[in-house]
């Protein structure tokens, strides 16, 4: 079954500090790799996406690393701010057209002042 | 315009009521979603449409019944529910040709059946 695995369940960091979640897949068949944000009440917001053709995509204080090879990938946050906690949902689809997104469980992370 | 609109926000009904969601995009996409979302999990897939069509039903009870009118309206009609079914409901919408770009989500419609 397709899955992919996040960790931690749950992070909690300083202001200024750099929070990392680590997801890993088994499927290589997947082929777009998007980070989502969650605030409470709300939808997911798209983040951050990677493809397997690059190693590592920055937008602003976030970053994917992607290792193809290990078939895991991460997202940290450069200079975390109390505005940062909410929920992060690594994700993994294939294909074109109109294509279903494998969540990973999520990790809730708390920056403190 | 780059929003998944949904209504209501937030929904109460009894176990008898008859209600509808709904979903509403401008961007041109082509594919529509709607997941389901408990507390503290992932969403889950419940229907997909693609270019007006059904394509995906992950197997959801028939009290769930999804609409899609028009490339831009995705309607999900509850009929019966159980208190189980009370979660955040949401819609999400992707362009639904050529390469995977991901998805746009709605807010969430807040469901709680009593």
């Known amino acids: 079954q397709q899955q992919v695995k996040q960790s931690p369940q749950s992070l909690i960091v300083q202001k200024g500090g750099i929070p990392i979640i680590n997801c890993a897949y088994e499927n290589t068949a997947f082929d777009y790799f998007p980070w989502y944000q969650q605030f409470p009440g709300k939808g997911p917001a798209l983040l951050i996406a990677i493809r397997p053709d690059v190693s590592e995509k920055k937008e602003g204080r976030f970053t994917i690393s992607f290792n193809k090879s290990a078939k895991q990938f991460s997202l940290h946050i450069m200079d975390s701010q109390p505005g940062d906690s909410a929920t992060y949902f690594c994700a993994a689809s294939q294909g074109s057209g109109y294509s279903t997104l494998t969540f990973g469980k999520g990790t809730m992370l708390l920056v403190s002042p | ?114």
Request: hydrophobic share 30%; charged share 20%.
């Open chain 2, 1 to 114: 315009d780059t929003e998944v609109t949904q209504t209501p926000k937030h929904l109460v009904m009894g176990m008898t009521n008859k209600k509808s969601l709904k979903c509403e995009q401008h961007m041109g996409h082509r594919a529509m979603y709607w997941y389901k979302q408990k507390a503290k999990k992932p969403p889950e897939l419940m229907f997909v449409y693609s270019y007006e069509k059904l394509s995906i039903n992950e197997s959801v009870p028939s009290r769930f019944s999804p609409e899609c009118p028009n490339s831009s309206l995705l309607n999900l009609h509850l009929h019966a529910l159980q208190p189980e079914d009370s979660a955040l409901y949401l819609c999400a919408s992707s362009q639904g040709q050529g390469m995977n770009y991901g998805y746009t989500f709605g807010s969430g419609t807040r469901l709680t059946v009593v």
